[in-house]
């Protein structure tokens, strides 16, 4: 069974910048698309971003669009969200969730991935 480790959340004041890592137990592990997704208290999962492996294709939230950026180095290497100009709208708890199967598009719906990992904490103060 694949394990998705997140890491990087933290404290962060509002204007600044954090990067969260998310990495996979089995380093030959290989996935469709790999998204973001954050959950703020009483609130629902939602999208954050999504990067393609075989292309690293990218999709982001509007909410997050040009602050936000998915990438990876190759394909051994963590997937990052680079996060610029925080906002305390932004404080949420990050999940990675890999999907696995052949797909034409980066899915944005959570129910659609098949792997998660337990998730970092992110808390962007005024």
């Known amino acids: 069974q694949v394990q998705l480790v997140e890491s990087g959340g933290g404290l962060v004041q509002a204007g600044g910048s954090l990067r969260l890592s998310c990495a996979a137990s089995?380093?030959?592990?290989?996935?469709?698309?790999l998204g973001w997704f954050r959950q703020a208290p009483g609130q629902e999962r939602e999208f954050v971003a999504a990067i393609r492996w075989s292309t690293t294709n990218t999709v982001y939230a509007d909410s997050v669009k040009g602050r936000f950026t998915i990438s990876r180095d190759n394909a051994e290497n963590p997937v990052y969200l680079y996060m610029n100009n925080l906002k305390p709208e932004d404080t949420a708890l990050y999940y990675c969730?890999?999907?696995?199967?052949?797909?034409?598009?980066?899915?944005?719906?959570?129910?659609?991935?098949?792997?998660w990992g337990q998730g970092t904490q992110v808390t962007v103060s005024s």
């Open positions: 089995t380093r030959t592990f290989r996935y469709a698309a």
């Open positions: 969730a890999a999907y696995v199967l052949t797909t034409a598009y980066l899915p944005k719906d959570p129910d659609k991935y098949h792997y």
